[in-house]
């Protein structure tokens, strides 16, 4: 027993300093290249921490955003910015930018800036340890009301009955940020080529797969780890595979049944919103009776539709114009 | 001291770190990766203090967490297609303010 807690403690301690250390070395290192992976490495293991935190909802989701989709966006744009530097008179551009990177850095300045930094981290710090060690939270108001949420994973029936209306909410931020992105009018991209055929073919045999564990996910949320954010995020990753191996949408479909499957899921939740608030009850307060389905239809639209987002913000400027290269 | 207050101390540890770089780099791809990594700082406290138990920890944080993942990787989306904005015009990724001192 003892020597397990001691090696338990080994293993959180690795994982936290290896988290501060790939963070520092994210951050500070010179090459933007590397900066990006060790971020990438840097979200692989904070799952690993979600998971020795007993949260693995949250490490499925990570692993699949955080890690994945975040670094293959941040990659494609710092392509996007050598791509760019590259047309531009080659050489003495990065040399500008390096210089100018040179330029900023006042050692003795930003010196002064840790100190408040460290004096903010020791407060934030010293309140933490002033916690009580035991809490329970909201656990128990959870399983109390579980029965009538409809669904037996305590972090869907939060997500999908308790507190739908942050989820109504987040589903609609992803929207506004895709319009953002479509509003700043980015010229797409004109790496139209043939793909890899190495690339071609792992997409072939990789994009099947991805569908399947997004059903899976999306249909074991309701018990066990899993549910519409991780299936969405996995479907998300298959439009990214396929849109990195050169397919894109055929044009009848980018214009109108792509924008219908973009807010698909948003407008369910409007429109259950509203039929709960007819009904006599609250915003989204499910009928126990029904609340099973109900969420299972909110989960497979909001699946859709964050899919159709996440493959929208990686692709990064509306689908139409590009068609017409 | 438990596992889940080390892990808090780590979130902090991570938070300040993130800030630190977004004070002292100018390049938008930099501050952009230290806005993520702020993120994490906070999820990670968020999620340890919902961990101070021997049973099931706290679903309510889990769920505000993956929430939180999910409008993270949203506005990294918008802050790159911004960052990609700005090269195009001004030909460099970082804002003005950086070159008047």
Redesign the interface.
């Known amino acids: 027993m003892e020597a397990l807690s001691l090696l338990q403690w080994l293993i959180d301690g690795l994982i936290g300093i290896g988290l501060l250390w790939l963070a520092w070395r994210a951050l500070f290192c010179p090459e933007l290249f590397k900066a990006i992976v060790l971020f990438i490495a840097f979200g692989l293991l904070m799952t690993l921490a979600w998971v020795r935190l007993k949260a693995p909802d949250v490490a499925l989701a990570e692993v699949a955003i955080g890690a994945g989709l975040t670094g293959a966006l941040l990659l494609s744009s710092w392509a996007k910015l050598r791509g760019f530097d590259a047309n531009k008179g080659m050489g003495a551009r990065e040399k500008n930018s390096e210089q100018a990177e040179q330029k900023t850095k006042r050692p003795f300045f930003h010196g002064l800036y840790a100190i408040p930094l460290l004096l903010m981290a020791v407060g934030l710090g010293y309140g933490v340890l002033q916690l009580t060690p035991y809490a329970t939270g909201l656990s128990a108001v959870v399983a109390e009301n579980l029965d009538a949420s409809g669904v037996s994973n305590p972090v869907t029936a939060v997500l999908l009955n308790f507190r739908a209306y942050d989820t109504l909410l987040e589903i609609a931020v992803l929207l506004l940020a895709l319009i953002g992105i479509w509003s700043l009018g980015i010229r797409p991209s004109v790496r139209e080529a043939t793909p890899d055929p190495v690339l071609d073919l792992l997409t072939r045999f990789l994009t099947p797969l991805l569908l399947l564990v997004s059903a899976y996910l999306l249909w074991v949320g309701a018990h066990a780890p899993g549910g519409a954010f991780q299936a969405g995020s996995v479907l998300g990753a298959a439009g990214v595979l396929l849109i990195l191996a050169g397919w894109r949408l055929p044009l009848s479909l980018a214009g109108l049944p792509l924008r219908i499957t973009l807010v698909a899921g948003v407008s369910t939740f409007i429109v259950v919103a509203v039929l709960t608030m007819l009904g006599g009850a609250q915003l989204l307060a499910f009928p126990p009776s029904q609340a099973s389905l109900i969420i299972f239809v909110l989960e497979i639209t909001a699946t859709l539709s964050i899919a159709a987002i996440l493959a929208a913000l990686f692709l990064g400027s509306r689908p139409d114009h590009s068609e017409k290269i | ?10 979130g ?10 977004l ?5 938008l ?2 501050k ?3 806005l ?2 702020m993120g ?1 700082g906070v ?3 968020l ?21 939180g ?10 802050a ?6 700005i ?2 015009i001004t ?4 804002l003005n303010d ?2 008047e001192k």
């Open positions: 001291m438990s596992i889940a207050i080390l892990y808090a101390l780590v902090i540890g991570l938070f300040c770190l993130g800030v630190y770089a004070m002292i780099h100018a390049h791809l930099r952009i990766l230290a993520n990594i994490s999820f990670m406290v999620l340890a203090l919902a961990g101070r138990t021997e049973i099931t920890p706290d679903p309510v944080p889990a769920a505000m967490v993956i929430t993942i999910v409008v993270a990787v949203s506005a990294t989306a918008l790159l297609a911004l960052m990609l904005k090269n195009a030909g460099r990724a970082e950086a070159e």
